[in-house]
């Protein structure tokens, strides 16, 4: 499946046309009452494990260290009127492997848009639409393949109508369509990838937002809908894919979703900022489309049964539906700013059903010296595979930072990354890793 963003294409054609006042660096461009502020940031970077493998530790192949140079240009778009808010993110990341035999590493079109715009921000009715489209890849054990990702297109556009009955209250009900494109990386020695699977998602949106405190509200969103999978059943052989446990092929059904969440969010003291909700939702799949895909294909036998291989399983019922978040933010000084956040969530996936997770996260942001800031970023996740792929894992990622800013428009930028991913009792050891990154470059932002 391949598509093209017209509403992104159109925003962001129309602020190719614009003209552009002339602006110092650092202090940003102004077009009418927008705000534009373009940046390049360029780094060098060293991984310990480029292509994400399990390593001789693990008994595995030993790992592929890394240099590279990554080139991210970046454009920020604001404008605030009492008719039309608008706002666009666009960003492009380029990589370079300075080692030719990491040349399937090399990316050149990696990607990401962001464009949102409300009709009427202040008005009793009003209008809200929103685009993002983003491609993007995840590193694989495919050392000798041409390109060593899989890649990831998706793009998920929303539009909703808005009542406002009062300066406190807001209602709003509309749509959202979902499309996703995975591909896989080529046979040795190619130069094209492999379609592993296409998801098309569409339904509805409602949310409401009370503010019965100045700053603090209640907030409540829900969203239904279904989705369809271009190849409901995938072939398992081969290419480092076989598994004994899940037979020659797997079952992707279609399905259909539902949730509802339901909090607060204010600042409750001068230094506090804090969020909290729960809500219930729901992922049921459609086991014959399993079973039709394998008809037309000529597939029998007890794999497409859903009894036999699971393909069919549901994430239903408490506590398995349960949705939980919490997020605190707390300023120590004014320089200073602390935040804690939880969250119990699902989500559908391309390679099995489903996957449930816990995510704690933790942060910290300071400033020193006017010139100087820093910061701290932790997230663990735990999660939980089911369907016919079964499977627990635990994946931590941390980052520690520090940018000088040498003038109103450049600094200077060094960052620590760690990212690692283990099997919960060593149950899958072919999935972990670890790789640390270590990154200096510079940003400059007109």
Sequence with gaps: MRFQSSLTVLLVGWLCLAGAAAAEPGEHIRVGNAEVVPSVSLDGQYRTNVYLQEGALGGGVPVTPGALLSLRPTLGVRLDSDTLQFSLDAAYNARKYLSPELSNLDRFNFFDVGVGASLLPKGMFGLVVRNDLVLSGRETEATTAADAYILALTERGSGKLVFRPGSSMELGVGGAVDIQDYNTPGATNTFATTNLNSRLGYGGVADFQWRFFPRTAFVAESEWGRFTWQDNILNAQGAGQSDDDLGDFIGIPDGRYWRVTAGLRGRFTEKLVLGIGTGYGALIYDEQSVIDGAAVDGITGPEVNPQVSNFGADLNGLPGGLLLRADVAYEVTEKQKVTFGYARDFQDVFWTNYVQYHRVSASWRGTFASRVTGSLDLMLRREAYGGE???????????????????????????????????????????????FTTSLGVRATY
């Design 389 to 435: 792929a079964t499977r627990d894992d635990n994946y931590l990622r941390s980052q520690a930072g520090l940018a000088l800013h040498t003038t109103r428009w450049l600094d200077i930028t060094a960052m620590q990354s760690w990212q690692r991913r283990t099997s919960v009792n060593g149950a899958n050891p072919s999935v972990e890793f670890d790789d």
